[in-house]
């Protein structure tokens, strides 16, 4: 039997065996694939968009004809300045290139998923809403300038409103109910005194004058008041049928005449009736209504209103859901200690009336003593009312043993013994449910009870410190206190109503959130999910909530406590939270993978909500319309929060504050938000800067006066005047932004472009450019210079460099004004809620100005001080800047074919004045990036590139665009130390440009990463850097740079790894181009997400045999995949990191070849000569 197990133990192990061997054949088969030549194709990704075909092609080994012979380019001699050459001015071009070129995330596998799927559904859905009239971009116009706005109620909220029906949980049904509760709780008292003593008499009408009596004639008349409109009032309340609520008045008035309509119609007319029927008697003749009063028939129909107290349950009821509501053992304890003690009171009160009524009746017979002569307390013998009805209530309560009574008064005995029972039993019933009550507060304590016992004897079994066991028992006794340990049966309550009851205990916890207030607002349903979902946390004093630096898989949400935010950035700097609410990490609701940027630990017992991203994803699945809007702001919370400065200026707090105020961006440039939350100063076609009548009211404001007078005519500063007299004076920084913000009224602080879009840093550079070309117009260092570090300030020589730079743009007054005016505006093409409003096909920077500059003057009125030729020449600018990129330019990233065509556009136009109105403009607009009064960018080290890209462009016209361009890397270089001997020099300073290459040792270091290649890859990368677009075909890799910069910071990609993978991934483009294309671009930004993200060496290696390469408009797109996104935290298995080791032998090997090949080379070579 042993060896049988054993045999099969043994069969089993060599089974496994067997399948681990094949899964490490597989992954060598994948490795060789991916190192081998060709590559064997794999549908679907990039590696099978080519057919690994390698042309033959040579190295130069000479410069040759590459370089132009006259060096136009070269700049004075300057002594080495201590700082480096200027990554900032090769960073910047992520400001010309857009938001895209700082994005390094990307929707996660939740969010795209759902985008496929609810993107047709959510287009099919908004049409017909559209054709419905509930949303109509149509008719936003007129809501617009009219001030309305589209707003989505539910049904509660449409409930509220006066001429509606009234919901029945709402403050003044409530109020409402607790009067009537009160009447019949004064008339349960009441009636039955009135039907025992004759004096107590309810009416409208007394017959004595009394005080009690007026007390009493003004309970009748409110009464009679009261539940008339109480009739009205149950015709307009609104009622719950299935857990919804229906307001519908044909619904509501068949239900109260089902219910209870009937009965409160029949005790109306009784209240009438006894009230007015008294008053009849009287004014009657003796023999037609005297018999009703003397037997007492009226008090006996006044009393039958006592039955309203039947509606007392369902008051009861609502009273006992709103004391649990409340959510304190002790108000449920005293409402039931109340409740009982009224209920005892009452039947004690209605016995003892009703006992002292029977003895009047047995002594008014006179057959028989009746109890009250026993008692001796009738009216003969002179017994106050107070007397008699203490008598009264003492038999009920205590009654005596064996009764006073009359022993031939047999209806009092059967009274006695009626009254005892029901005594009895209601005493009896109502002890009983006081007691019920205690027991179940008490089982709830005795569980909290036993836990805090178990937990204690759990510490001093374990010799636990007296200060920690103190310290974990309190916090045992909070956490017990802010989580109640008594569950449910779910059963019994609906996933809707479950979701409703979630949004009244954590409806506020989100709403204070930009995005889940609108989605509240607008998918009440959607909302009601997502607090139905949350997670409550619960940490102690000194806990973190989370790190700095680690992953970020929740969005984290404070409630009650006392939190710490720390940074590392900000040792000395700290920020406190107190029972507020405050969003951290809402980014990872978006993204696949990120990190927290700053830590969060407790100062006190605290209480923390959290919501994943999965969980998230579920409740949008529901709900395509709510998706789409969801993954449009997500989309833009992305492209806003990748965006931070990294600058240490604001402190903690201010880190905090951005992610709220990304948030905040977020939602006012969404489309749905928009549509709902109508701005009227952001609407493009109801823009008009230059009417007064545009502002508030109507009324004549300082920006209405800029352009009026006193007399209503043009003020005395126009854009022109600013030119002219502003420009060449000599005023202070502060008097020129003055005069600035006067002229163009695009830049007023209050109502210009740039204040109705709240983008005060956007107005701070197109601020900063201007002043800064009027510095240079005026010849002023020293004001261009104010915002500069003293260390790194522009030296005397740049500055006379970028004065000649300006002399020769040949800035005449009228071509100032017009690069003045485009730097005022420009900014506005940014606008995501602006350019939202334009066809799909002008929203890029370039087309969005040009459009609104075309079809909208009134928004830029300062244009109608532009002639006719300056309009030409700013279209013909924008135009230009989008076949040509400067910031492209300076980190080499273009090719020289893109310097051809900046040449062709230019001379479209016949003269050279483009190109020298688009070099005054860039002047002004690189010396503005940075913001300051002045230029703050444009400092010694920033100037160096911008110098040397500035220069090239300057000869444009006059010199071949290949040798231009290669001149200008070959300055690259030399600024980094390195002079090209040859082409392929040439090839590593375009790569060294692309790298933001800094210093001579950042340039070591590529170095050093370029010879770690095969000689095949050295070939073809210098294949691809030397192609210049016009005599051999060349790729352009957008968000090249940005990718080698964090291939450089992430040590499980390193620049080596990049550049082997873009070999791969310039064959497979090679193979997929068209071949009569000279010049193919490839978007990298997804693969420079990925980059950053990734953490697992060999994931990245094989990343492109998982892609897919796709063609869109004319340009590659690199889409990394869901599946190596979700392997970018892959932990490296055994079998991984047996496949990477063999991938490294194979390549070692590889380069060893190459070594031995070049050294039999050299040997020949000897042997020849």
């Given at each position: ?34 190192v ?35 060096d136009?380019?070269?700049m ?8 480096s ?11 010309m ?19 496929m ?5 959510a ?7 559209m054709k419905?009239?509930y949303?109509?971009p ?27 029906v ?8 409530l ?21 025992a003593?004759?004096?107590?008499e309810?009416t409208?009408?007394p017959?004595?004058i ?11 008349i ?33 239900r109260?005449a ?24 009287e ?5 037609f ?14 009393t039958?209103?006592?039955?309203r ?6 008051i ?5 859901n ?12 005293a ?13 004690a ?11 009047d ?6 057959q ?11 009216r ?48 009896g ?13 008490r ?29 974990v ?13 008594v ?44 607090c139905r ?55 990872s609701?978006y ?6 940027r ?10 923390v909500f ?8 579920k ?31 604001g ?15 977020a939602?006012?440039n969404?489309?749905?938000y928009?549509?709902e ?6 609407v ?5 800067l ?10 004549e ?10 007399n ?14 502003v ?5 202070t ?17 209050e ?6 879009f ?14 800064s ?10 004001m ?40 005022a ?38 244009a109608?001080?532009?002639s ?25 990233e273009n ?38 009064k002045?230029?703050?960018f444009?400092?010694?080290?920033n ?20 040798p231009?361009?290669?001149t ?14 040859q ?33 095949q ?13 016009i ?39 090679r193979?997929?181009a ?17 980059i ?40 490296p ?9 063999v ?18 080379q ?8």
């Open positions: 039997m042993a060896s049988t197990s054993l045999e099969e133990g043994i069969q089993n192990l060599e089974a496994e065996l067997n399948n681990a061997f094949a899964r490490i054949q597989k992954h060598l088969k994948v490795l060789r694939q991916d081998g030549s060709p590559p064997t194709p794999v549908e679907g990704s990039i590696l099978s968009a080519g057919t690994g075909r390698r042309a033959s092609w040579k190295v130069p080994d000479s410069l040759g004809d590459w370089l132009l012979k006259d136009v380019m070269s004075p001699h300057e002594d080495p300045a201590p700082s050459l200027g990554g900032d001015a090769l960073f910047f071009s992520a400001e290139l857009g938001a895209s070129a700082h994005s390094h995330m990307r929707l996660n596998s939740h969010l795209m998923e759902l985008s799927r609810a993107a047709e559904s287009h099919v859905l908004k049409k017909e809403r419905t009239g949303l109509s149509s008719k936003e116009i007129s809501q617009y300038t009219s001030g309305g706005a589209n707003t989505v109620l539910t049904e509660l909220e449409r409930c509220e409103s006066i001429l509606q009234i919901p029945p949980n709402s403050k003044f049904r109020a409402w109910d607790l009067c009537g509760v009160l009447l019949i709780v004064l008339d349960a008292f009441l009636l039955p005194m009135t039907m003593w004759s004096e107590w309810v409208p009408m017959s004595s009394s005080f009690s009596s007026r007390v009493l004639q003004i309970f009748a409110i009464s009679l008041a009261f539940w008339p409109c109480d009739i009205i009032v149950n015709f307009n309340t609104a009622f719950y049928v299935r857990g919804f609520i229906e307001t519908r008045r044909w619904e509501i008035a068949k109260y089902y219910t209870w309509l009937g009965f409160d119609i029949c005790v109306v007319l009784l209240d009438f009736a006894a009230g007015f029927l008294g008053q009849a008697s004014d009657a003749p003796a023999d209504l005297q018999p009703l009063r003397s037997a007492r028939y009226l008090r006996i129909l006044r039958i209103r006592i039955l107290i039947l509606k007392a349950g369902k009861n009821v609502l009273l006992e709103l004391v649990i509501s409340m959510g304190r053992q002790w108000m449920i304890l409402f039931t200690v109340g409740k009982m003690l009224i209920a005892i009171g009452a039947v009160h209605i016995l003892a009336c009703i006992w002292f009524a029977l003895g009746t047995v002594q008014s017979a006179g028989h003593r009746s109890w009250l002569e026993f008692a001796g307390i009738t003969e013998q002179g017994a106050t009312f107070e007397i008699q009805y203490i008598h009264s209530l003492i038999w009920m309560l205590l009654p005596p043993s064996p009764p006073p009574l009359d022993p031939f008064s047999g209806i009092e005995h059967a009274a006695v013994l009626i009254l005892f029972v029901t005594t009895v039993l209601v005493i019933s109502a002890l009983s449910i006081l007691t019920g009550t205690l027991n179940e507060i089982q709830v304590n005795s569980e909290r009870s036993k836990k805090r016992r178990e937990l204690r004897i759990f510490l001093q079994t374990r010799a636990v410190s007296t200060e920690l066991l103190m310290r028992m309190s916090y045992a006794d909070y956490r017990m206190t802010r989580h109640s340990p569950a449910y049966d779910p059963s019994l309550i609906s996933p809707m109503l479950e979701a409703e009851l979630a949004t009244s205990q954590f409806g506020s916890i989100l709403n204070a959130h930009p995005l889940f207030e609108f989605i509240s607002s607008s998918y009440p349903a959607v909302f009601a999910e997502c979902v949350l997670n409550k946390h619960f940490y102690c004093e000194g806990e973190a909530v989370f790190s700095e630096g680690s992953l970020a898989e929740k969005m984290h949400i404070s409630s009650h406590g006392t939190f710490k935010l720390t940074a590392e950035a900000y040792p000395q700097d700290h920020a406190l939270i107190e029972d507020d609410c405050h969003y951290f990490a809402e980014i609701l993204v696949e993978a990120a990190v927290h700053c830590s969060l630990h407790t100062d006190s017992f605290s209480e959290s919501l994943t991203a999965a969980d998230f994803a409740i949008l699945v529901n709900s395509p319309l709510c998706t789409t809007m969801v993954i449009e702001y997500a989309n833009e919370y992305i492209s806003c929060y990748t965006a931070v400065p990294a600058t240490k200026e402190g903690i707090w201010h880190k905090a504050e951005w992610e709220r105020e990304c948030a905040q961006i939602c006012t969404n489309s749905f928009l549509e939350h109508v701005d009227n100063r952001q493009l076609e109801a823009l008009d230059a009417s007064p009548q545009n502002s508030l009211e109507g009324a404001t300082p920006y209405a006066a800029a352009w009026l007078g006193a209503g005519a043009e003020a005395t500063l126009t854009p022109m005047d600013f030119v002219t007299s420009v060449p004076g000599q005023g920084a502060d008097s020129t932004v003055a005069s600035l913000r006067e002229a163009f009224l695009e830049l007023d602080l109502h210009g472009l740039h204040a109705r709240s983008d005060a840093k956007e107005q701070e550079r197109a601020e900063s450019a201007i002043l070309l009027v510095a240079l117009a005026r010849n002023d260092y020293d261009y210079t104010a915002a500069q570090n003293q260390q790194n300030r522009l030296t005397n020589t740049q500055w006379q460099n970028l004065r000649e730079l300006f002399d020769w743009t040949d800035a005449t007054d009228e071509k100032l004004l017009a690069v003045i005016f485009l730097l505006v420009k900014g506005i093409s940014k606008y995501r809620s602006l350019t939202r409003q334009l066809p799909v096909g002008h929203q890029r920077p370039e087309k969005a100005m040009k459009y609104i500059l075309e079809l909208f003057p009134l928004a830029v009125p300062s109608a001080s532009l006719s030729d300056a309009q030409e020449m700013m279209a013909k600018m924008l135009d230009m800047q989008g076949i040509f990129n400067f910031a492209q330019m300076l980190q080499g090719v020289p074919a893109n310097l051809g065509d900046l040449k062709s556009a230019v001379q479209s136009y016949g003269t050279e004045e483009l190109l020298k109105f688009y070099v005054l403009y860039l002047l002004g607009f690189m010396s503005g990036l940075a913001g300051g002045g230029s703050r444009m400092t010694r080290s100037a160096r590139a911008t110098l040397l890209g500035l220069a090239m462009l300057k000869h444009v016209l006059e010199q071949d665009p290949a231009l361009y290669w200008y890397i070959h300055h690259r270089g030399l600024e980094l130390s390195r002079r090209a001997e082409p392929s020099d040439l090839a590593l300073l375009r790569l060294a440009c692309n790298c933001r290459a800094q210093t001579a040792d950042d340039l070591a270091r590529l170095q050093d990463a370029w010879d770690h290649l095969t000689a890859e050295q070939v073809e990368l210098t294949k691809h850097f030397l192609a210049d677009g005599t051999t075909p060349a790729i352009v890799c957008e968000f090249l740079p940005l990718c080698l910069e964090r291939a450089r910071s992430n040590p499980f990609v390193t620049v080596r790894t990049l550049l082997q993978v873009l070999v791969e991934l310039l064959q497979a483009v193979s997929a068209p071949k009569d294309h000279k010049i193919v671009t490839v978007d990298l930004a997804d693969l420079a997400a990925f950053l993200m990734v953490q697992n060496s060999y994931v990245f290696q094989t990343c492109l045999a998982r892609a897919t390469l796709s063609l869109r408009e004319e340009r590659f797109y690199v889409d990394v995949s869901q599946e190596n996104w979700r392997r970018i935290a892959e932990p298995s055994d079998i991984v990191l047996l496949a990477g080791s991938r490294e032998l194979v390549y070692k090997s590889r380069r060893h070849d190459d070594a031995k090949s070049a050294a039999q050299q040997v020949l070579v000897h042997c020849h000569f």
